[in-house]
């Protein structure tokens, strides 16, 4: 026994091996992805080399290219934040749609409105009224979960379709958000001073990104450095030790099921602020469910999730650009998500089942030997 | 189906089990006849569970042999065994909740016109045999709506229907009442009345006594003897069960002058967690600078006590003071209680989490660890580093995920972040459960530094011997109450076994 | 709304609801086994794509409504593997599934009419009653002018109930899902029940795109499913997972769908909004038991462990 217990101890390589695998894995399941698409592609008379090129040159051979994929990236890397957050606490908030909706609609209300404020605090009083909106479309899972032990994925699931239809009320007459006598139901144009400013004149990029990215590094920080993430991590890792560790769970529960509302919210409002510039009837077009692609890719790492949201921001960038080049069909981005998504979880619960059945074998050895030898 | 007794109906021969690093069982015999109730006795481990999967094809043995009425046989699925005629009754119960109790006993039989399901027959039959064998029980009732003690009915109805010849019983008065427990026995006999085995594993000696006709104990993985209950004494019995070599030797007692009551029980009662009473009115004080171990037989109340005191359960009355502050809710204060609860893989740690996390699991948020608000994880490292050398926990750093620690390690990181904070009470549950010799060792020091710097401990184990070697008190509890208590000096093996087994005159015959 | 109005939109009500009723009748088999599947969303609008390309292919209505099937079959068995074999998080497989059924039809959408200058209706499941019963009166339009198809969305859940309630195969669906080693000591396969399970459930889902397409449409759009398939999961809370009343959420749901494309085109007071907000509302209302507590099988949602018993 103690020669076992040796040999456990030296085998381990410090945090090493969890890391190369922990990197690994995303990277294999996106070269099946491609070399499954590749098929696709030949069986559509295509080359796949050239399609692949076109798409790099699309993502990044200009400055408009990489301002685009920018854009693209900028809703799922907020989004995807908000699933890998939830996740790390241990929930799966499958309703960033609906908060993108919800988020969007706040902000572009603010942002309607003529407030007698100097522009850049109308601008800020927006941006959180996205991350509010979204938020609020939180609270009700929230205390589903935390106080009636609902799960929250049926729940912020079906709220998805309430959102997108509380959007559409909103713009639709006789909405006091609605454009007069407008052609398609949309908003009026959102006011100047609420607008994101754009980085790059002559792009759309606005600062949609940066406020990801800030968020991104706002997350890390707070769960790797403050009490208030380690409570979050042990929550999500395992609620009975946080609570005998004298953690409020319920409340862990809530904070962090709002705050990745939040940022689904966030997500929605720069598309309405940044990008469309007024609240559309059905704007988001399922941004919310590939949000949690980017999470589940980056296994809600949350550097991983910036990476993951750059890659598919690219991936749709780049699309348009092989569509002309060789003809494939801009989709084939959504079928090379969802094929990393599904690679990424057979190698991933591959690697989780035989890390349990470890862990079941060394609990049985225990059982077993309480007599001890 | 006659069955003559010189052919066993069962016969184990030198049923063999290893278990990575542990014998389960080791060359065990075990043998019952047609119309014999065959006891089965052992603590927690003994290997009791593993011989009857193995018997009903959950596992397979290393070496030996089984035969059935003397023929052998090999058992690779529960399916095989059921075909064999072999039944169980679990310790957790087989049945479907959402389904009739009707339902449950056909589920898996072979139907008259697969694949219709025709319950007629089957509800005729469910009458009769319930006439038969004196049972209430309707068959359209959901299952969800029968009383535990009707599950239990359903489960014996269950082999009934399959016509089981041998019966395997696994501790099945731990879900009964007194009266029904009365009934179990009577059916149980006229079970085996009918030409059945009935092979009954239990730990309480006077269910042995009633329904047994021979009782075979085991102990870490032996076969240590087959006797009759009827003429075995209770003490010779419990010696079997538990009186192996103490393989710890005692420790040596320092008094204190200065006697302060740390902890403080009055009046407590709780529920387990199937709202079943767990705790029963119990009164303990534990004074510092003593060690009180709590003795029994797992289930007795043991874990509830350890969760309300730590206030993870919530107790239905009667009152918990820890130097002199009481218990209202999740103890929060380290410098009052450290506590090493029973499973460190379910409520001591977070495997996910690196051994400096889980070393400051409960004290991440205070000062100096927490600046500003910001976790100093420098001074976490600095701090962790020391505690792991001075507590000899053997990892590779202070940053490796403790998931990949072994076990005795892990459970030293779980101590050492309870000792670390010096608190007035500890408070363990089998922290030595499943550790190697070296481990139990150093966790058993670990411990006498509490009470040698003047601290209190309460030291709850199944493990007799450990508790006999490590306590100044022994508390012996039994059903959620306080059985004994004794001075360490005056316990001996003998006495403590009976009173685990619910013996109350043990403690009249102390001095 | 006069009568004759109210007439359609009661057998629009009728017709929209047989899709739901026959995808909620196959995901009665999985969820009783245990697994959620969100797929089913995807699933569906899968077989809506194979249903038309099939038809297109053969030009045989009762050919394309099996090619449905098959393939909704075969993403079910990719919903099986991942949950069952591989024990991955039954949300997140499903959810990979809707991703990859979102893709794949989108890329598809252009090839599957490659050839043809316009897209063309392919043939509609026809209407068998009689003329004559047809024109009656009020029961006419509901029950009789309706595509055969409409019928088997009747039929199917009867079928399922009965075979759940009156066959030993349903016996043992309906305990596996609460409680698999139970299953497992009376000696049937609980991996094999719910492999069944879950590709019934992906069976029907195919067979329910079929009657989206090829009940009044006979086109494939993108995304024309629409959230279909959630409504069903949704339609099993409120139904508190019984067959007949899962049926009627189903109805619920259909006629609420219904009801919204009528307020599109005339006005109501009530904006058509709130009529497909009202099925996902109701959900939420009766998973917060608003209205009477809602149980499903014990263990969905988690994977199934042979060694701990």
């Known amino acids: ?373 | 189906m006659d069955h003559t007794s010189e052919v066993s109906a069962l016969k184990m021969v030198g049923i063999t089990k290893r278990f990575p690093g542990v014998l389960a069982n080791d060359q065990i015999n075990f043998e019952v006849k047609a119309g014999e109730v065959h006891g089965l006795l052992g603590e927690n481990g003994a290997g009791k569970t593993t011989l009857m999967k193995i018997l009903y094809g959950l596992h397979q043995p290393d070496e030996g042999e089984i035969h059935l009425n003397g023929e052998k046989v090999k058992i690779l699925s529960p399916r095989a065994a059921a075909d064999l005629g072999i039944g169980m009754v679990h310790q957790h119960f087989m049945l479907v909740e959402n389904l009739t109790a009707l339902e449950n006993v056909v589920l898996g039989l072979p139907a008259a016109h697969p694949p219709l399901l025709d319950l007629e027959p089957a509800r005729l039959r469910f009458k009769e045999l319930t006439r038969e064998y004196d049972l209430r029980l309707d068959p359209s009732t959901p299952v969800w709506q029968l009383p535990v003690g009707d599950q239990q009915w359903l489960e014996i109805l269950k082999l009934l229907f399959r016509d089981a010849r041998l019966v395997i019983l696994d501790e099945p008065t731990a879900v009964l009442a007194p009266k029904q427990a009365k009934q179990l026995f009577q059916t149980v006999r006229r079970l085996a009345a009918e030409g059945r085995a009935i092979v009954f594993i239990s730990h309480k000696l006077e269910e042995m006594k009633e329904v047994a006709e021979r009782v075979t104990v085991l102990r870490d993985g032996h076969v240590v003897g087959t006797v009759d209950p009827k003429v075995a004494k209770p003490s010779e019995l419990a010696q079997m069960m538990v009186g192996r070599d103490v393989f710890l030797s005692r420790r040596e007692r320092k008094t204190y002058p200065e006697k302060r009551d740390l902890l403080v029980i009055e009046g407590l009662s709780c529920l387990n967690d199937r709202k079943l009473p767990a705790l029963n009115n119990l009164n303990l004080t534990v004074k510092s600078g003593e060690i009180v171990g709590v003795a029994g037989v797992d289930g007795n109340g043991q874990r509830e006590l350890a969760e309300c005191i730590s206030g993870l359960r919530q107790f239905t009355s009667g009152s918990i003071l820890i130097n002199g502050i009481p218990v209202d809710g999740v103890v929060k204060d380290n410098s009052l209680l450290g506590y090493v609860p029973e499973d460190r893989h379910k409520t001591g740690l977070v495997l996910n989490f690196t051994v400096e996390e889980n070393l400051f699991l409960k004290t991440f948020a205070k000062f100096p660890y927490t600046k500003r608000g910001f976790i100093q994880w420098r001074e976490i490292r600095k701090k962790a580093e020391a505690i792991i050398r001075e507590f000899e926990i053997r990892t590779p750093g202070s940053s490796v995920t403790t998931y990949h620690l072994s076990g005795g390690n892990q459970q030293k990181v779980v101590v050492a972040r309870e000792l670390s904070s010096d608190p007035a009470l500890m408070l363990t549950s089998q922290p030595t459960r499943g550790l190697d010799l070296g481990a139990v060792e150093s966790v058993h020091k670990m411990l006498l530094s509490v009470r040698n710097r003047g601290g209190a401990v309460l030291f709850i184990s199944t493990e007799l011997p450990e508790v006999m070697a490590l306590s100044d008190r022994i508390i012996v509890m039994f059903k959620g109450q306080i059985m004994g208590d004794l001075v360490a000096e005056d316990a001996d093996v003998n006495r403590i076994g009976e009173l685990m087994l619910g013996h109350q005159e043990a403690m009249k015959t102390i001095p | 709304m006069d009568l004759n109005s109210i007439n359609e939109f009661l057998a629009a009500a009728i017709r929209m609801s047989a899709p739901l009723m026959i995808v909620g009748a196959g995901a009665l088999f999985t969820e009783r086994t245990g697994v959620f599947n969100i797929g089913l969303e995807g699933t569906m609008l899968v077989g809506c794509m194979a249903a038309v390309y099939f038809s297109l292919q053969t030009g045989n209505l009762w050919l394309a409504t099996l090619g449905a099937m098959f393939v909704g079959g075969l993403f079910g068995l990719v919903h099986a593997f991942l949950t069952i074999t591989r024990r991955a998080d039954q949300i997140v497989a499903g959810a990979a599934i809707n991703l990859f059924a979102l893709g794949i039809t989108n890329l598809l959408n252009g090839p599957l009419y490659a050839g043809y200058e316009y897209r063309p209706r392919v043939t509609l499941y026809p209407v068998i009653a009689p003329e004559a019963l047809q024109n009656l009166p009020i029961l006419g339009p509901i029950l009789f002018a309706q595509p055969v198809i409409v019928y088997f969305a009747f039929i199917i859940p009867i079928l399922a109930t009965w075979i759940l309630y009156r066959t030993t195969w349903g016996l043992a669906i309906r305990a596996v899902g609460d409680h698999p080693h139970a299953v497992a000591t009376a000696g049937l396969s609980v991996y094999a029940l719910k492999y069944i399970g879950v590709i019934t459930s992906g069976v029907f889902a195919g067979l329910g795109g079929a009657a989206l397409t090829l009940a009044d449409l006979g086109l494939f759009a993108p995304g024309m499913t629409n959230g279909r398939g959630f409504a069903v999961l949704a339609a099993f809370v409120v139904g508190k997972w019984n067959p007949i009343l899962v049926a009627a959420a189903c109805i619920l749901f259909g006629s609420a769908d219904a009801l919204q494309l009528r307020a599109q085109t005339i006005q109501l007071a009530i904006p058509y909004q709130v009529f497909v907000m009202l099925p996902y509302l109701l959900t939420i209302a009766a998973l917060a038991g608003l209205v009477g507590r809602t149980v499903g099988p014990k263990t969905v949602g988690k994977p199934y462990d042979p060694e701990s018993i």
């Open chain 1, 1 to 373: 026994m103690s020669d076992n217990v040796k040999k456990r101890d030296i085998l381990v390589i410090p945090g090493l091996g969890g890391m190369v695998l922990s990197g690994a894995r995303p990277l294999l399941a996106i070269l099946l992805a491609f070399t499954v698409s590749a098929i696709m592609i030949i069986a559509q008379g295509a080359n796949p080399f050239e399609a692949y090129w076109a798409m790099l040159r699309g993502s990044f051979g200009s400055v408009a290219a990489l301002a685009n994929t920018c854009v693209r990236a900028a809703p799922l890397l907020l989004g995807g934040l908000g699933v890998a957050f939830g996740f790390k606490a241990g929930l799966l908030n499958v309703g960033v749609e609906g908060q993108i909706y919800v988020g969007g609609s706040a902000a572009a209300a603010v942002g309607l409105m003529p407030l007698p404020v100097p522009p850049w605090l109308h601008l800020i009083l927006a941006i959180f009224a996205g991350f509010l909106g979204g938020a609020a479309w939180g609270l009700i899972p929230a205390y589903l979960k935390a106080y009636r032990g609902i799960s929250e994925i049926v729940v912020t699931l079906m709220l998805n379709y309430v959102a997108i239809q509380f959007t559409s009320l909103l713009v639709h007459e006789p909405s006091p958000l609605a454009e007069q006598g407008a052609f398609f139901p949309q908003s009026p144009p959102i006011l100047p001073s609420a607008q994101l400013p754009i980085l790059i004149k002559g792009t759309s990029l606005h600062i949609g990104i940066i406020i990801g990215v800030v968020a991104a590094l706002i997350l890390y920080l707070l769960l790797q450095y403050t009490p208030f993430g380690m409570r979050t991590r042990m929550t999500g890792q395992n609620p009975e030790a946080a609570r005998y560790a004298g953690i409020n769970v319920r409340r862990q529960i809530v904070i962090v099921l709002l705050v990745s509302a939040g940022m689904g919210g966030l997500a929605g409002m720069g598309e309405v602020l940044g990008l469309k510039l007024r609240l559309y009837d059905y704007f988001s077009g399922g941004l919310g469910y590939d949000s949690i692609a980017v999470a589940l890719i980056a296994n809600s790492n949350i550097i991983g999730v910036v990476l993951s949201a750059f890659f598919f921001g690219a991936l749709r960038a780049g699309a348009g650009k092989m569509e002309t080049a060789v003809g494939i069909k801009t989709p084939i981005v959504q079928v090379i998500q969802a094929l990393a998504v599904l690679f990424v979880i057979m190698i991933g619960f591959a690697e989780y089942t035989r890390a349990a059945r470890k862990e079941k074998q060394q609990k049985q050895l225990e059982e077993v030997s309480v007599d001890g030898p």
